[in-house]
Nanobody
Framework: QVQLVESGGGLVQPGGSLRLSCAAS????????MSWYRQAPGKERELVAS????????NYADSVKGRFTISRDNAKNTVYLQMNSLKPEDTAVYYC?????????WGQGAQVTVSS
């Protein structure tokens, strides 16, 4: 059974930091490209960051470049999103995604709220 379980979300003040984690099981994690997406109320889901299976390449949305860092630990079947200098516009549900060919797996999402 494929599972992607996000954790680490919550309420943080502007300028603060959070680290999201996504624990994977039920598939060969080390072979999959992993990504973080987010969806704010009334908006479409958007790609935040992605990382190749071997960590050789990362990609970021322009809105988070220099503030967010994606990483993975293939030994722990976990992908992370370190979020620094958070802004109110970063408020959204953050989703973990794993993709390889036609296989496309999603987590249930973690709420991140940036507010004073």
């Amino acid at each position: 059974q494929v599972q992607l379980v996000e954790s680490g979300g919550g309420l943080v003040q502007p300028g603060g930091s959070l680290r999201l984690s996504c624990a994977a099981s039920g598939f060969t994690f080390r072979l999959y490209a992993m990504s973080w997406y987010r969806q704010a109320p009334g908006k479409e889901r958007e790609l935040v960051a992605s990382i190749t299976y071997d960590e050789s390449l990362t990609n970021y949305a322009d809105s988070v470049k220099g503030r967010f860092t994606i990483s993975r630990d293939n030994a722990k079947n976990t992908v992370y999103l370190q979020m620094n200098s958070l802004k109110p516009e970063d408020t959204a549900v953050y989703y973990c995604n794993g993709r390889l060919g036609r296989n496309d797996y999603w987590g249930q999402g973690a709420q991140v709220t940036v507010s004073s």
